[in-house]
């Protein structure tokens, strides 16, 4: 059950890929994904989107072993993805996965038997605002604990990355149980240990269901002598019981009804820091020579008359 712990994450901003490679990765993917990506104008929106997807199918292949081209991921009415290859056996009967992205990165998240969400923020200082003029904008997403911890942690550096810490607390729960836009974060209350033993009331009742981690990607970069661009990338995981689950996600799992000592079991597995993978890595063994093919090959008005058919069948 230890495999089913998976954290990866890709550093999109390094992919440069040519517009005949990042097609080919579009059509790696089934069609019901491709019209989602391909409406994107921006190329850097394009490669965010196919990025977050392939993740999603090559974790699938890679720890439950079902062929790329067999896998089906379908995703509720709030957006949150799932398994739909309920013929297939495995060593444990529910198989949850979340993606995210923000700026240069792509992260995912896999759990056996629990929720899990994911969230990943990026810290930059506002240029036209100090810290607390940005942030209080957002007080009534806060319990008056977390502002106060929040408002009281030091430079405006702190401030923020406090401030986005508890951010990122919020939108990796409500990732887990599958909520939409509508859910208030502001009904969720953190308490922590310098940042360890995460825990979690919800319209003020104890969740003693749920963990959470907070990891980091990239470093600090200092721009200039005056200027400070926080290039930090806070990354939290949540990982809940199947039983908190929104109702159009519980219809799209397997079981619901761990007892105690089940959900425990599965609970406390070992977190997992984030590997940083490649783009390349997420393609199948068996298509990568036909990708580094693509580099040179295809001329542009090629490509836009693909992406042009892809549309089209989209509206069919």
């Known amino acids: 059950m230890k495999r089913g712990v998976q954290r990866w994450a890709v550093n999109i901003a390094r992919w440069d890929p040519s517009e005949a490679q990042l097609l080919f990765c579009i059509f790696l993917l089934p069609p019901h994904e491709r019209p989602p990506i391909t409406k994107f104008l921006n190329v850097e929106d394009k490669k965010r989107a196919v990025v977050s997807r392939m993740l999603q199918y090559m974790l699938v292949h890679e720890v439950l072993g079902i062929p790329f081209k067999e896998i089906t991921i379908g995703r509720t009415i709030e957006g949150k993805p799932y398994l739909e290859n309920s013929g297939v056996k495995f060593d444990f009967p529910n198989f949850n996965f979340n993606t995210s992205h923000h700026g240069d990165y792509a992260v995912i998240a896999s759990e056996p038997q629990c929720l899990v969400g994911v969230d990943v923020v990026s810290l930059e200082v506002p240029k036209k605002e100090n810290a607390v003029e940005f942030i209080k904008h957002f007080s009534s997403y806060f319990a008056t604990s977390e502002w106060n911890n929040i408002i009281s942690s030091g430079t405006s550096i702190d401030i923020l990355v406090e401030f986005h810490r508890y951010w990122c607390l919020k939108e990796a729960f409500t990732k887990a149980i599958g909520v939409g836009l509508g859910y208030s974060i502001g009904r969720l209350e953190f308490h922590h ?58 219809r799209t799992l397997w079981r619901v009804d761990f007892d105690e000592e089940e959900h425990n079991r599965a609970l406390l597995l070992p977190n997992r820091e984030f590997l940083l993978l490649q783009v390349e890595d997420l393609i199948p063994k068996h298509e990568k020579e036909a990708y580094e093919s693509l580099r040179k090959k295809c001329s542009a008005a090629y490509v836009r008359s693909l992406l042009k058919v892809i549309r089209k069948l989209a509206t069919l």
């Open 193 to 250: 240990t310098n940042w360890n033993d995460i825990r979690v009331q919800v319209d003020g009742e104890d969740s003693d269901d749920c963990r959470f981690w907070l990891s980091e990607l990239g470093k600090q970069n200092w721009v200039g002598q005056l200027h400070l661009q926080y290039l930090l990338k806070k990354v939290c995981v949540a990982r809940c019981h199947p039983k908190r689950a929104v109702q159009s996600y519980k």
